[in-house]
């Protein structure tokens, strides 16, 4: 059974970090593009950044760019997203998501298919 595990999540204050984890089992992920959204209170879940299967494309929401870094360790089978210079609006349930196409060339925000549970953040002001 595929499971896809994040961890990381917490309370922080403005303007510090968090690094969340998403570890795969049941398959390998190391062909699979790997992403992140989230979805926060009476809001829709939005997609923050994704990584190619190779890690040779990221892409990443105009609202996190340049704070947040998405990075994978194949032999790990596991994403990380580092974020950087908290604001409270990035409070939000966080999932990590897997693309079923293998070695796909670049990303696709909607081809994203296998969830995890979610890791709540919190940013406080």
């Known amino acids: 059974q595929v499971q896809l595990v994040e961890s990381g999540g917490g309370l922080v204050q403005a303007g510090g970090s968090l690094r969340l984890s998403c570890a795969a089992s049941?398959?390998?992920?190391?062909?699979?593009?790997m992403g992140w959204f989230r979805q926060a209170p009476g809001k829709e879940r939005e997609f923050v950044g994704a990584?190619?299967?190779?890690?040779?494309?990221?892409d990443y929401a105009d609202s996190v760019k340049g704070r947040f870094t998405i990075s994978r360790d194949n032999a790990k089978n596991t994403v990380y997203l580092q974020m950087n210079s908290l604001k409270p609006e990035d409070t939000a349930v966080y999932y990590c998501a897997a693309d079923s196409t293998r070695l796909r060339i670049g990303l696709l925000r909607r081809a994203f298919d296998y969830w995890g549970q979610g890791t709540q953040v919190t940013v406080s002001s």
């Open positions: 990584i190619s299967w190779n890690g040779a494309f990221t």
């Open positions: 049941g398959r390998t992920f190391s062909t699979n593009a």
